[in-house]
């Protein structure tokens, strides 16, 4: 196997449990490495780290899977944590039939995402891989899934950004079994989606928790669901009893979705394609009772902090402007660059903006099928809050 030995110096995160080993923290790169090859990562001493994959091209090298020296990182060892990450999401994520079940480096599984899904018929998956090393996992995974774990069908969807830096093309195709018509039952609703052709990886697991917290304050009267995707916060909202419901998004295909989810449900939900912003800017200031903000992540790196914050600072203002004095929005953000304190500043300064006051009464995070890995920092990114509007 080959060996990757890291530079002196002991500052190296992976030296403190993170899984990432950079290219500029190693002593060399043999010419030998290939896309996906799995390598033995040795400190500067020549002391055992951990065994990984590696990619000869990217900034991150290498990224471990075991840091135990002897144990074998073969199939046995990939069934092993793919039911160690079943059974803890079946511990934390209350009965619920679709779930995350593989958030990649919180996991133990560097670049693999598994969302599982389960109805009347059997269990099916949704999976990601966005490196070289686990796209060499390809089979296994795939006959671990259908042999060992019972899925009844998969579905491979690589289309993240993720898959460029590694070299590698998109790739969006059935692994095996029954991959047609996916509708999740979210907690008593109803959701279909277009696993193949949605978002992301097909739907947004990681708000089930939040919403279960906050619909109860949000749905009553009139309410939008800003940038709704398929329409999830808005059909609860409007199944727990709010009595007019707008879902506002700009994708044409996740409004067609709401409207097919609003008559599956047999609710009245209106869907509107739009811009957000310039939807906000035509409607009448304090003439929704709640409003939940959910916009993808305006800060993609550090170096546009200052304009995603300005982004995020604008956008807030006008939906805390759309409530009425008394009523609640959520608003939420995606981006891991942007953490507690500095979501809470952003949000009492679009408040003074909007020329509004603004209490917090719940701090959501992601689901606990999004866990956190305590020496992966990068791995917590949902910030979720329900705030009355004074
Ligand atoms: C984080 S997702 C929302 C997830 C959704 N709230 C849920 O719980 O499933 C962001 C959504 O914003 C939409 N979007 C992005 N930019 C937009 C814009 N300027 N106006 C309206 N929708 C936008 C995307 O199509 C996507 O559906």
């Known amino acids: ?29 043999p010419d030998a490495l290939e896309p996906g090859d799995r390598v033995e990562v040795l400190d500067s001493q020549g002391g055992f780290v951990g065994l990984g994959y590696a990619h000869p091209n990217t900034l991150i090298t290498a990224r471990i899977l075991e840091r135990q020296d002897g144990v074998e990182v073969d199939s046995h060892w990939l069934a092993q944590r793919l039911e160690d990450a079943l059974e803890l999401r079946r511990r934390v994520c209350g009965g619920r039939t679709g779930f995350r079940w593989v958030h990649a480096e919180a996991d133990g599984l560097p670049g693999l995402i598994i969302d599982r899904y389960e109805d009347e018929q059997g269990p099916r998956a949704v999976l990601t891989a966005n490196t070289a090393g686990m ?3 390809r089979e296994d995974i795939e006959a671990l899934l259908q042999d060992r774990f019972g899925l009844r069908g998969a579905l491979w969807k690589c289309d993240g950004r993720g898959r460029q830096l590694e070299g590698l093309a998109p790739r969006v195709e059935p692994a095996f079994g029954d991959t047609e018509g996916w509708v999740l039952d979210d907690d008593g609703v109803q959701v279909g989606f277009d696993a193949a052709g949605g978002q992301k990886t097909g739907l947004f697991l990681d708000m089930w928790e939040n919403r279960r917290r906050m619909v109860p304050a949000l749905a009553r009267g009139r309410v939008a669901d800003l940038f709704s995707y398929v329409g999830q916060w808005g059909l609860h909202m409007a199944a727990a009893g709010a009595s007019e419901v707008i879902c506002v998004d700009r994708s044409a295909g996740a409004i067609e979705q709401v409207v097919a989810n609003a008559a599956r449900n047999d609710l009245q939900v209106e869907a509107v394609a739009a811009d957000v912003k310039t939807w906000l800017a035509e409607q009448e200031e304090g003439s929704f009772d709640s409003v939940v903000c959910d916009p993808p992540a305006f800060i993609q790196s550090r170096k546009n902090l200052p304009a995603g914050l300005h982004a995020y600072r604008l956008l807030y203002a006008q939906a805390l402007r759309a409530v009425r004095p008394g009523g609640f929005a959520v608003l939420a953000s995606c981006s891991h660059h942007l953490d507690d304190a500095a979501f809470a500043d952003l949000i009492a300064a679009a408040a003074k903006a909007a020329k509004r006051s603004a209490r917090v009464l719940i701090r959501g995070d992601q689901a606990p099928c999004h866990p956190v890995s305590l020496s992966v920092p990068e791995s917590r990114y949902l910030k979720c809050w329900l705030l009355q509007v004074g």
């Open 1 to 29: 196997m080959i060996q990757l030995r890291l530079r002196p110096g002991r500052r190296h995160r992976v030296l403190q449990g993170h899984p990432w080993v950079f290219s500029n923290q190693l002593a060399g790169i």
């Open 135 to 137: 796209e060499r996992w």
